[in-house]
């Protein structure tokens, strides 16, 4: 009676119905029609997009001239469907051999291998580094069950081994400082150091801090820093 007859107090005006969405963020999508709720429910799925976002999105392409909304769409699904990896470095790309596989003035002789694309592009923002790149798909790490067999590992030793057209001087490790870029590192070493030189960036770059974040001047000077891998 006591908990009852208290929220009755306060609730003569609590019965009115919320004009927009609930303040706490839930992904009810109460008040709005149906396809409105479906595009914002699929912004709520990207990575960094809460509810707030989410829903100025989705009224932002509602005041858009339909030709914009449909280039947005076939840009989406373009990107999907045509992206997919270099043959020989694995970067992103729509052609076989990615755009920095394919430009001549890139010295072949020296492989910068990164965890992803993204560290990739951070690489290329530098500016530092004209060899190539090779991407590996992630990190060694055991405890999340990623061992070298699910990573473009075996690729990169046969480019080094065996690619007779550039002989490679060296191979670069631009991996995270953290457990998983250390072990990924010193096993990358161990299957290489027969054939070429490895080193390793190290730098200035923050212990587990990601490649992706660092900023241009810290990678570069990390790229100059780097180390042979003993
Ligand atoms: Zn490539």
């Known amino acids: 009676m006591a908990v009852t007859g208290g929220r009755a107090g306060h609730g003569s005006h609590s019965g009115a119905h919320p004009p927009y969405i609930p303040a706490s963020g839930s992904t ?24 707030r976002t989410a829903q100025r999105l989705a009224l932002h392409l509602l005041r858009q001239p339909e030709e914009q909304v449909r280039s947005f769409a076939d840009a989406l699904l373009a990107a999907r469907s045509q992206v ?12 076989p051999l990615c755009e920095i596989c394919r430009n001549p003035e890139r010295q072949g002789g020296q492989i910068c291998v990164v965890a992803d694309s993204r560290d990739l592009l951070a690489m290329e923002r530098t500016r530092e ?3 190539t790149y090779h991407v590996l798909g992630g990190l060694i790490s055991p405890m999340d069950g990623i061992g070298p067999d699910l990573l473009q590992i075996q690729p990169l030793v046969r480019r080094v081994a065996e690619d007779s057209s550039t002989p490679i001087e060296e191979v670069i490790l631009a991996l995270t400082p953290s457990v998983e870029g250390d072990t990924t590192s010193l096993y990358l070493a161990r299957l ?37 891998v003993e």
């Open 129 to 131: 580094f004209r060899g």
């Open 84 to 95: 997919g990896h270099c043959q020989r470095c694995f970067h992103l790309s729509a052609d």
């Open 28 to 51: 009810v999508l109460s008040g709005y029609t149906r396809p409105l709720a479906r595009l914002i429910e699929q912004f709520e799925r990207l990575p960094g997009i809460g509810p």
């Open 192 to 228: 290489l150091r027969p054939f070429t030189q490895v080193s390793r960036i190290a730098y200035g770059l923050p212990v587990g801090g990601e490649l992706e974040y660092a900023d241009e001047v810290t990678l570069a000077r990390a790229f100059e820093g780097r180390r042979p």
